[in-house]
């Protein structure tokens, strides 16, 4: 399996992400134009972890989305369903507690964590309400979600480019640096059936958080929704 296909079957997408794993990073560098740096930074700004507090990085990959958190003196455990990201990371990060999940059947008890977050991972779960509502029960009344995912471009004129190069440059783009190019594909698919901002933040509600809201970021192509669980 070289790719998923949008019907999301688990098995299919994390045979996929074990197939890139080794030069994830590298090729979302690239392909992002160097934009998914940014975007990490307002995740860590988002989320705000402080010292001691427990945070869930969900989708962690190879973990580096969770290299802030940690820095901070907060506990992260990063956690993701594919175990070729999972050795790559540990083999990067010896320190962390990486640790294997579905997103939809997280293996931890109720009312953990003071932050979960999950960046660019939520659109690639079978099924995104069930995964909202684990993040919510994992999370401790008066907790938060950070949700970082691709989006749609505010701008009619930025939307119409940005679906151009998804479609069209990001595939030949994606085989000069990374091994699977065929997932980068999918990828692209992916996020242009992904739903937008508010639709994304009513999903939230429906799962239970509160004060729901979002900001853009790269005029849309991101968003970033946070939550809460109330007290």
């Not at 999370?139 to 979600?145: H, I, K, L, Q």
């Amino acid at each position: 399996m070289t790719r998923a296909s949008l019907n999301k079957q688990p098995h299919e997408v994390a045979s996929m992400f074990d197939h890139v794993a080794e030069r994830y990073d590298l090729t979302n560098d690239v392909l992002s134009l160097g934009q998914d740096r940014a975007w990490r930074k307002e995740v860590a700004r988002a989320v705000d972890a402080r010292p001691a507090q427990k945070v869930l990085d969900l989708a962690a990959g190879t973990a580096t989305s969770s290299l802030p958190f940690a820095r901070t003196g907060a506990y992260v455990v990063p956690c993701d369903f594919s175990l070729g990201m999972l050795q790559v990371g540990k083999r990067r990060h010896p320190w962390l507690p990486l640790t294997a999940g579905d997103a939809t059947r997280l293996p931890f008890r109720d009312d953990v964590f003071d932050a979960v977050t999950i960046s660019f991972g939520l659109r690639n779960v079978q099924d995104t309400d069930a995964a909202l509502r684990e993040l919510y029960r994992v999370t401790r009344p008066g907790g938060r979600v950070v949700i970082c995912e691709f989006s749609h471009p505010t701008w009619a004129p930025l939307r119409t480019v940005y679906t151009e190069y998804l479609m069209r440059a990001l595939p030949p783009l994606a085989r000069t640096v990374c091994s699977n190019p065929e997932a980068y594909v999918y990828l692209a698919e992916s996020i242009r059936e992904w739903p937008d901002q508010p639709e994304l933040a009513g999903r939230l509600v429906k799962a239970g958080w509160s004060k729901v809201a979002w900001r853009n970021l790269s005029g849309g192509i991101v968003a970033l929704h946070r939550g809460f669980k109330q007290s």
